[in-house]
């Protein structure tokens, strides 16, 4: 409680230091916002542990005033945000970011800290929409610089609020079956079950919207490109688990499960947001928007077992259920640490280079040589191979889903395969995504002047990515460590005991199976070294003959011959060809004089997002032909306008006298 | 194709290439007369392959050069570098008469060399061009087979 309300003061006491002018004090707001993640996340931790707290503050708000609790559910989000927020601000402390970014940064994590802790809907519906202004002005802080920036906080700002109003909607529907807005309340409350169905759905959308959940998830891939380096981690690795701690909240938590189709939903958005985010990213040539359509991948794969985890309990199995949402939480754990790392060093390859284009990239191996390898310890990761942290919650949720067949009925044994598939095919297409990622953007040569002259960011960016990467290896080598808390964090809405138990070996306790991910690290490496000493032996037979790098007989090798992004993401797009419909056009322009001389080839080639193609392009354009017309009701004349509020009033009136 | 008898006179190969030969074709400047009688030599009526002798892509995965033509001055840096990259142990043949001893275009403005001029020459195949069954007999040669 006492810490928790620290880490708040010391965000509001950030924030003001940060509008002060010296830069030295700029400074000291960034090292106190870290002090601020630091604080929440040992009040977080304390809460997954037992020593949970409620508080009631009536004056502060209006309506039912600030109501707090952390639970261990709520202290899992609340670690996670204040471990996020240390790496971030630790990054930052060096970035030449604006004022205005710096001051609402951290209020943008005390909004963070806000919601998970909120027990109340005006308190969660307050945190929610203070988080959601925050993080849209940061998002538009540079748009002096970037003209796209504008158009990406246009999109996030419509889509957060629309997913609030939704939110809102559901949850005062809620409040109003029930006797107060209290979460222990609207816990009690009896509802109807369509009414519960409505709830769910209508909290699902703005959830889901937060997400970046398929189809709702048109805002992350532009926002993150958009927002400054040190905040697109908080966003990614924080703010994104918002909507899954919604989904759980509200869905296990206050409506306590529900039917199964309702969880199918979940499970289907799930692996169509998995499919969809992995496929544009392994397409993306932009790094942040590659990392940005990682994140609608990975929080599908966190949605499908969330939906995994509401079947099986809807089902009776309770165990699986504690199972499959131990594996969700462990993959969100798992992301934001991942992600973080990779955005931070997206960040410092953007402040050296000016650039985010993989094409235009490469060389940076020994240019950023820290922020290379800790790149790669992320593309590792998120990848999902072992020795990564990816590769132990996926495998903990394939496992939950593989065993679910003799416990479900024909639903089940129909859905969980394809999700399975849904899942593998992720996961193989994850690892492409950041081979390419790394391959084209780090190694080889530099493709630009930009790339040519990067240098090494200054030590405190490299120490906050350093964080990041430090807590995925402890993730990848030893998962045990969060168990408790997740353990915690699960029985809180499902209790069925301990679904993973062990130390260096994780057993499942509801299914046979064990993994030690210790071991395999170590396999592994002994592999490696295996395989190296090998080849040292095998190359010390024969003598050793410097040789120049061949280049077909003909002049030096240029960066124009490299593998690029587009050329690496080539053959997926052939093979995905009917679910990416890329678009290519040739212009050819031939000289004056004779049709059959050209002058000019130019070829374009995208990939567009295809959501945003056929759902909400004719949704604009029907809104613009609606706006257009609606002008002419407004000619300018002040007679008219008298009118139309002289018969907008009498139309009321008559209404209300024929209702009443 | 029958067989031919393998003459006694022939040398029973290179040891160190185990009655396999990978060759990289380089074209120094031929008039493109040898390509043909090399195209039907590792066609399917003369069909070398089964001799061990291979045509690969890349000089990186050859054991032997097969050049052809008198060595151009465009080529000879290219020809150089071809050399170069071949793996050691590593041979030239030079195939057909330009390659030798520039045969018709000795003197040629263009011409720096003979093959030999260039780089160390282990075969020579000697005509203008070349018949197959000549090629073929330096290539079991080699490969012993």
């Excluded at chain 1, 816990?187 to 009414?195: D, K, N, V």
């Excluded at chain 1, 395969?417 to 390419?436: E, N, S």
């Excluded at chain 1, 002994?526 to 077909?552: E, H, I, K, N, Q």
């Amino acid at each position: 409680m006492i810490l928790y309300a620290c880490a708040l003061g010391l965000c509001l006491a950030a924030a003001l230091l940060a509008l002060l002018p010296p830069r030295a004090i700029t400074v000291m707001a960034e090292v106190i916002t870290a002090l601020a993640g630091v604080v929440a996340a040992v009040a977080g931790v304390r809460a997954t542990l037992g020593h949970g707290w409620s508080a009631w503050l009536p004056g502060l708000l209006p309506l039912g005033g600030l109501r707090l609790a952390l639970d261990p559910l709520g202290g899992l989000f609340t670690a996670i945000t204040g471990a996020v927020t240390v790496c971030a601000a630790i990054h930052g402390i060096g970035s030449g970011a604006a004022r205005p970014a710096r001051a609402v940064m951290p209020l943008f994590v005390a909004a963070l800290l806000l919601v998970p802790a909120a027990d109340s809907v005006s308190t969660f519906l307050f945190g929610w929409e203070l988080m959601a202004m925050t993080s849209l002005l940061l998002v538009a802080a540079e748009h002096r610089d970037r003209p796209s920036v504008r158009k990406a906080a246009l999109w996030y700002a419509v889509m957060t609020h629309l997913g609030l109003v939704t939110i809102m909607c559901g949850l005062c529907y809620l409040a109003a079956g029930a006797t107060g807005d209290g979460f222990d309340q609207l816990r009690a409350a009896e509802l109807s079950p369509a009414a519960r169905d409505v709830i769910f759905l209508a909290t699902l959308a703005g959830f889901a919207a937060k997400a970046g959940i398929v189809p709702l998830h048109v805002w992350l891939p532009r926002a993150y490109p958009a927002a400054p380096g040190h905040v697109s981690p908080l966003m990614s690795g924080a703010m994104v688990n918002m909507g899954v701690y919604g989904v759980v909240r509200v869905g296990l938590d206050l409506l306590r499960g529900g039917p199964v189709w309702w969880w199918w939903i979940v499970l289907a958005l799930g692996a169509l947001s998995a499919l969809y985010g992995v496929l544009h990213a392994a397409m993306a040539t932009d790094l942040k928007r590659l990392l940005g359509y990682s994140s609608t991948e990975n929080m599908g794969l966190v949605l499908i077992g969330v939906g995994a985890a509401g079947f099986f309990a809807a089902d009776g199995a309770g165990p699986l259920a504690a199972l499959a949402l131990t594996a969700a939480l462990l993959h969100v754990v798992n992301h934001a640490a991942f992600k973080t790392l990779l955005f931070q060093a997206a960040g410092s390859v953007q402040r050296a280079t000016g650039t985010r284009d993989l094409d235009a990239l490469g060389g940076l191996r020994t240019r950023m040589p820290y922020t290379t390898a800790l790149f790669a310890v992320g593309a590792l990761c998120a990848s999902a191979l072992p020795p990564g942290n990816g590769f132990v919650s996926e495998w903990l949720l394939l496992q939950s889903l593989i065993h679910a067949l003799p416990a479900s009925g024909v639903a089940g044994a129909v859905t969980m395969p394809l999700a399975v598939g849904a899942i593998a095919l992720t996961a193989g297409l994850a690892v492409a995504t950041f081979v390419k990622a790394f391959g084209v953007g780090f190694l080889a040569r530099p493709r630009s002047p930009g790339a040519e002259r990067a240098v090494e960011s200054p030590r405190t960016a490299v120490c906050g990515t350093a964080l990041a990467a430090a807590a995925c290896l402890l993730l990848a080598l030893d998962p045990a460590l969060v168990l408790p808390a997740l353990t915690e964090a699960v029985t809180r809405v499902i209790p069925a005991g301990r679904p993973v138990t062990g130390e260096v070996t994780l057993r499942l306790s509801a299914i046979t199976g064990s993994i030690s991910p210790v071991l395999i690290a170590l396999a592994l490496a002994g592999a490696v070294a295996a395989v190296l000493s090998l080849v040292r032996v095998v190359a010390a037979r024969r003598p050793r003959r410097p040789a120049r790098l061949w280049d077909c007989g003909a002049g030096p090798v240029s960066a124009r011959m490299e593998y690029t992004a587009t050329s690496f993401a080539e053959p997926l797009q052939r093979v995905f060809v009917d679910a990416l419909q890329p678009e290519s056009a040739i212009d050819v322009t031939a000289v004056k004089e004779s049709a059959y001389l050209v002058q000019r080839v130019r070829f374009r080639a995208r990939v567009p997002d295809r959501v945003e193609r056929r759902l909400y392009e004719p949704v604009l354009a029907a809104a613009e032909r609606l706006g257009t017309q609606a002008r002419r009701l407004a000619d300018g004349s002040v007679h008219r306008y008298l009118s139309y509020g002289f018969y907008a009033l009498t139309g009321v009136l008559i209404v209300l006298a024929v209702i009443s | 194709m029958a067989e031919p008898p393998m003459e006694r006179s022939m040398s029973p190969g290179k040891p160190e290439l185990s009655g396999s030969v990978q060759i990289r074709h380089v074209d120094a400047g031929s008039c493109n007369g040898c390509e043909v009688e090399i195209a039907s030599v590792f066609g399917p009526v003369y069909d070398a392959e089964r001799y061990g002798a291979r045509l690969v892509a890349s000089p990186r995965h050859a054991d032997a050069l097969l050049v052809t033509g008198p060595v151009t001055r465009n080529m000879e840096m290219a020809l150089r570098r071809t050399y170069e990259a071949v793996p050691e142990p590593r041979m030239v043949i030079a195939l057909g008469d330009c390659a030798r001893d520039c045969g018709v275009f000795a003197g040629a403005y263009g011409v720096v060399g003979a093959v030999g001029d260039v780089v160390p020459v282990d075969v020579e195949v000697s005509g203008c061009p070349p018949p197959p069954e000549a090629i073929i007999e330096a290539l079991r040669g080699m490969t012993g087979r």
